[in-house]
């Protein structure tokens, strides 16, 4: 069994306590490696590493236009590995292979995307009333920790390491404990592509050990998270002693409105697709369906009919559409809902765990109907293929409905009148709304949300702000004597 070190200050070492965790192939249930079970001493090194990366400046203060490149040969080396780290990708969190090349190509394109922008930072001069010259110049904000999830592993590390480096950045990067190994991975690739020792640091860890400690961390000026509200609120908290810049991108219970005018065929996969794409494990997963009484019992029958023949599968295999759950805690959680689903809902597809999987962690695609908005399917978030399907009257009732929530991440509006489609789209209060479409995701557009759903953007111009700082710099011009004394 392979066992992988994490990376400090350029170099592949052990946690400082020489333990270790293993993490697991979801489809089977075995041991896929080990990795170290990093604590607080070894965050304090990486940190530490990052910190003195940055005051010394061997990235902070080398060109933009060498950090660019170095972020576009990250991306080429991403592309030239893809086939291999999709491979590692879909063994260690179970997502169908398709998927996995996806998100190893939509990372490299990340890289590339903030490898441009780079170059594109730019200063301003301020017209103050005054003989003076005040520009406004960005910095970078420091020393970045940023904590991420499972469900899109190497895309999320891309997301948050590119936008820091190119903003001259460090970074301590904490994968998440169930899927480190496509991080681990492309890092054996960092001293050849260039990046200087220190500049990007990986603590593998649980959050409690390695996460809790980086968020809380004097030495790192912000805190980038994506994950769970729970932990959302626990990761400000910890940044407020330090008053640490933060960003969160939190969960959702997303809408997926459609329309009896929408175009059926299509809406019926867009309702499929917006709900079960990586078993579901998506925070932008439209997770509540939303359609119109007059077009309703014959959506929830056609759905429902489609959803049973979604083919599950070992993720390796190309005919797979949904491979198992990431792991266990996640397979028990999914299905205790699936208990809570049929005691307050009607259960039209699935509801259980597929008949034919002896070993791994696989869950049906499962459609509830006629579910009330106040139910908890409806409120809380499953992650995993769970959908409510929820009857409405009219467009005022479906707006409704579809901001009664804590969240507000995304959401999704069908209907062939571009009129209505418009004002609804206005009426959200989600910070991501698609029309006739659910999910496509694009790196040179914000992604982020509202409410509950967290605070900041990422991607797109967007995500570099967050990770720059603004100086006013004031040259006076005026040899006149200065002030009143
Ligand atoms: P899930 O429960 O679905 O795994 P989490 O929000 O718990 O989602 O996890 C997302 C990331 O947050 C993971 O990298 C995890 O290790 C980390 N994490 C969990 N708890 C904490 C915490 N208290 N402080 C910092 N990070 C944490
Ligand atoms: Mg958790």
């Known amino acids: 069994m392979k066992r992988y070190l994490m990376y400090i200050n350029g170099q592949f070492v052990p946690a400082r306590g020489a333990k270790w965790f293993p993490v697991y192939d979801p489809s089977t249930e075995e041991i896929l490696a080990e990795v170290p079970d990093a604590g607080p001493e070894d965050v304090d090194a990486a940190v530490a590493a990052a ?44 997502k169908p292979i398709a998927e996995s090349e996806y998100d190893i190509a939509d990372a490299a394109t990340c890289f590339e995307y903030y490898g441009g922008l780079a170059t594109k930072v730019m200063g301003q001069v301020n017209p103050v009333p005054a003989n003076a010259l005040c520009l406004s110049m960005r910095e970078p904000v420091g020393v ?3 904590i991420i999830p499972w469900n899109y592993p190497l895309l999320m590390a891309a997301w948050k390491l590119a936008p820091a480096l190119a903003a001259g950045c460090c970074c301590v990067l904490k994968p998440a404990e169930q899927t480190p190994l496509t991080a681990l991975e492309f890092a054996r690739w960092f001293e050849e592509v260039g990046l200087p020792p220190g500049t990007v640091n990986l603590v593998t860890g649980f959050g409690e050990t390695a996460g809790a400690p980086l968020a809380v961390h004097p030495q790192v000026n912000k805190v980038a998270f ?10 400000a908290r910890a940044a407020a002693d330090s008053l640490k810049r933060v960003t969160l991108e939190l969960g959702g219970k997303s809408p ?8 059926f065929e299509t809406a ?16 932008s997963a439209g997770s509540r369906i939303l359609v119109e009484r007059k077009i309703y019992t014959k ?9 049973k023949t979604i083919r599950l599968g070992s993720p390796l295999e190309r005919e797979t559409k949904m491979g198992p759950l990431v792991s266990k805690e996640q397979y028990e959680r999914v299905t205790s809902y699936l208990e809570i689903g049929k005691r307050e809902a009607k259960l039209c597809a699935g509801g259980g765990r597929p008949s034919g999987f002896g070993k791994g962690f696989y869950v049906e695609p499962t459609v509830f109907c006629d579910v009330d908005n106040r139910a908890r399917v409806a409120r809380e978030e499953i992650f995993g293929p769970v959908a409510a399907v929820i009857p409405f009257e009219n467009e005022s009732e479906a707006i409704r409905i579809a901001n009664d929530t804590h969240y507000g991440l995304a959401a999704a509006v069908w209907s062939r009148d571009i009129f209505k489609a418009f004002r609804v789209v206005k009426a959200m209060r989600a910070g991501i709304v ?12 914000p992604w982020g949300g509202y409410k509950q759903s967290g605070y900041g953007r990422e991607l797109g111009p967007w995500g570099i702000e967050e990770y720059l700082e603004t100086k006013q710099v004031f040259v006076n011009l005026d040899e006149a004597p200065i002030g009143w004394y």
């Open 51 to 94: 910190r003195d990366a940055f005051e010394k400046g061997a990235w902070s203060k080398m060109t933009a236009q060498d950090r660019g490149r170095i972020l576009f040969r990250m991306a080429e080396k991403l592309r030239s590995q893809a086939a291999a780290l999709a491979k590692l990708e879909t063994r260690n969190c179970g």
């Open 144 to 146: 970045a920790g940023q």
């Open 226 to 235: 994506t994950g769970s509200v729970e932990v959302g609120r626990k990761i």
């Open 256 to 263: 997926n409105i459609f329309f009896a005018d929408a175009d």
């Open 268 to 283: 019926i996969d867009g309702a499929l697709f917006g709900v079960f794409i990586n078993q579901g494990e998506v925070c």
């Open 299 to 307: 959506f929830t029958e056609a759905m429902s009919a489609k959803a």
């Open 434 to 445: 698609w029309v006739n479409t659910m999910q496509p995701t694009y790196v040179e557009a």
